[in-house]
């Protein structure tokens, strides 16, 4: 008897062990990782600095036809609505479609319809598709967020905004936007990038804001609605917000 306990005692003991070595090495692995997206977001940003000092002395470094247009995709009705949206903004090209990579389906939609409707375009170099951190997935924990999912997706956004280093970001509701329109604002505020943020409420919301509505009041240089009753309950709400009403956009 008191050799089959201290058998499970010792079997208890190695899987502790066991557990505490493979916690180790994730954490290991997350900070490593993290470590190397800070250190090469920190690169990006100081190459951003040294070319915008280089642009004041010399003229700008791009024009603005070489800016991009980085349209960020949301997850089901979200794209479909952004993909109703795309045809009014034709003139706008490059482009950088930015979807979740636990979603690859949206990006492949946004592909299908350059390649059907602006083929040329994309031969050309003018188009490109990238994946991201979503910051948050359904259903889950604040505290998941905040400790994990949430700084890998402002690290990661701030790496392509500052790769890209778009003229507009242009998204329609998903919380996958907030980071680049976070890091947009920042450092636009800052005059690293001069980058405008054009938020489109989702066309489901008739009598409220959602979430990442609310939060991109702050950021969106142009905010649209398309209910006109919701438009009249922001301005009552925020009455300094620049909520716009121009009909159904998508």
């Known amino acids: 008897m008191e050799s089959?306990?201290?058998?499970?005692?010792?079997?208890?003991?190695?899987?502790?062990?066991?557990?505490?070595?493979?916690?180790?090495?994730?954490?290991g692995g997350y900070f490593v990782i993290?470590?190397?997206?800070?250190?090469?977001?920190?690169?990006?940003?100081?190459?951003?600095?040294?070319?915008?000092?280089?642009?004041?002395?010399?003229?700008?470094?791009l024009t603005v036809d070489d800016l991009p247009t980085m349209i960020i995709l949301g997850s089901g009705g979200h794209t479909k609505e952004m993909l109703k949206i795309i045809p009014s903004l034709s003139a706008l090209y490059p482009r950088v479609y930015v979807g979740a990579n636990t979603d690859p389906l949206s990006l492949d939609k946004a592909m299908k319809f350059e390649n059907s409707s602006n083929r040329r375009q994309v031969e050309l170099g003018n188009v490109k598709f990238l994946m991201t951190y979503r910051i948050r997935a359904v259903g889950q924990r604040l505290l998941s967020v905040v400790m994990c999912s949430g700084p890998y997706a402002f690290l990661h956004a701030a790496i392509l905004v500052l790769?890209?280093?778009?003229?507009?970001?242009?998204?329609?509701?998903?919380?996958?936007?907030?980071?680049?329109?976070?890091?947009?604002?920042?450092?636009?505020?800052?005059?690293?990038?001069?980058t405008r943020i054009v938020f489109v409420e989702s066309v489901c919301r008739v009598e409220s804001l959602s979430m990442t509505g609310r939060i991109m009041l702050r950021f969106a240089n142009v905010y649209f609605v398309q209910w006109q009753e919701l438009q009249r309950k922001c301005l009552e709400l925020y009455p300094h917000a620049k909520v716009r009403y121009m009909g159904r956009l998508a």
């Not at 089959?4 to 180790?24: C, Y």
């Not at 778009?166 to 001069?194: A, H, M, S």
Request: hydrophobic share 50%; aromatic share 8%.
């Open 4 to 27: 089959l306990v201290g058998f499970v005692d010792s079997l208890a003991q190695a899987g502790w062990l066991m557990g505490k070595a493979l916690l180790t090495l994730i954490l």
């Open 34 to 61: 993290g470590c190397g997206m800070v250190s090469y977001c920190v690169l990006l940003f100081l190459a951003a600095c040294l070319k915008k000092i280089v642009s004041s002395l010399r003229g700008n470094w």
């Open 163 to 194: 790769s890209e280093r778009p003229e507009t970001i242009i998204c329609n509701g998903p919380g996958t936007c907030v980071p680049f329109c976070v890091v947009g604002y920042l450092l636009t505020k800052i005059r690293i990038l001069e």
